[in-house]
């Protein structure tokens, strides 16, 4: 196989026979970015830009779920969109899909893209400062704000976006006010939210969040997410999420 | 019986006895009075103000089931506080609660005011515009921001507290970002959430917040509340709450 290197696994996604590249020790896509690529609503020949994009997993679920037109994923870690490009050759998507290997904060990167209908974004997120072993670690930068804090990527969502354009961020909900509060300073009004419980009687441990670019001032609470039933087994929501019977 | 009149009604709240007057017409204590008293830690002691107290409904929790020293209800309305205070003479709770008819956003009222370790507040959940039929109508008062918004409640809930004291506000879940940030503008921040849900399945519709005075940006999320189980009866949480087996 010349598509994979050893120290990597080529995961199927159950969806259009769509596969994605991941390393084997470093950071791998998780739920999160399933549900936020599931919640994200995109119109039909919709621009989208995926900031944070890592192994492109949410770029890929959305050309094989949506009728989006392209979808430009912005990643920071060039090993990582090396590795994201090859999965765009894999699949035989690269009308649909481009990885560009850049700091969300370079407001010239920024200027050189398309103004884009939705923005999507799984940004780190944790704090800088909370218990960070290895500043260069993959995962550190995945998980930490270390290249950019969240309103690093409120901002340059505001900026790539048309007016009135849709942001989908899924973040933990012990930020939520930093999230309410940093979306209201620069104009991006949350108008959507899901919550995300691992079951019911727990805390949620996922929050999935759609912002307006200079949208109206009204919240609409969807019906929440269990991932696991009271018996343990997954929900059907999460079956169907991931294309299981 | 000399406490009520012919268009109030008594009701017994199955916590040691204590009975609140109502109006039979006018608004009446809800579910979401008695989970606002239930969520509010109060410690041994403390020097609670509740604001929006209308028929006292969480002073006299609060007297039942805590060990408050002091509850003080400030309302606007004055027929409302004349009602509540017979609530008071009715349950002998002279020394433990009284209720004030005094305008929140009234800075010399509040500076005549012991400073509280706890404020607890039901405010209207509805902005000013928004479908009312009558400003006078006492409904409307308690429903709507025509004598407070909900910036009034938090400045005037800053200026009470003692520093690093409590706020327990109750709230519509579709105006959270509106609180959040309203209560970060005055630094009150948020630190506990508690969403209620109608049952499992429904969009969440009452929210819970406790806030802290110059508190330390982390906000947890406890377990969320269902008050209906799927069979439609009372879930156990709620039958706790209010005292029933």
């Excluded at 998980?143 to 340059?156: G, K, M, N, Q, S």
């Excluded at 209201?184 to 919550?195: C, G, L, N, T, W």
């Amino acid at each position: 196989m010349d598509f994979i290197m050893d120290d990597e696994t080529i995961d199927d996604l159950d969806l259009n026979g769509i596969k994605v590249i991941q390393k084997k020790d470093a950071f791998r896509f998780g739920v999160d970015a399933v549900l936020l690529a599931n919640f994200a609503r995109i119109p039909k020949g919709a621009n989208v830009i995926d900031f944070c994009t890592g192994t492109g997993i949410v770029p890929f679920i959305l050309a094989g779920k949506t009728n989006a037109s392209y979808i430009t994923g912005i990643e920071i870690q060039e090993s990582m969109v090396e590795m994201a490009q090859r999965s765009i050759r894999y699949n035989k998507l690269e009308t649909r899909i481009g990885f560009i290997s850049g700091d969300l904060r370079d407001k010239e990167l920024l200027k050189t893209l398309p103004k884009a209908d939705v923005v999507t974004v799984n940004p780190p997120y944790k704090l800088k400062d909370s218990g960070i072993i290895n500043l260069d670690d993959k995962n550190a930068i995945a998980r930490h704000e270390i290249c950019c804090t969240l309103e690093d990527v409120i901002i340059a969502t505001v900026k790539v976006l048309k007016d009135n354009g849709r942001m989908y961020i899924v973040h933990r909900p012990e930020r939520l006010a930093d999230i309410f509060c940093t979306m209201r300073k620069h104009r991006m009004e949350p108008k959507v939210i899901k919550m995300v419980y691992p079951s019911i009687g727990k805390a949620p441990n996922i929050v999935l969040i759609e912002g307006q670019k200079y949208g109206g001032q009204f919240l609409k609470w969807e019906t929440s997410l269990y991932v696991h039933d009271e018996d343990g087994s997954y929900s059907d929501e999460i079956n169907k999420i991931y294309g299981r019977k």
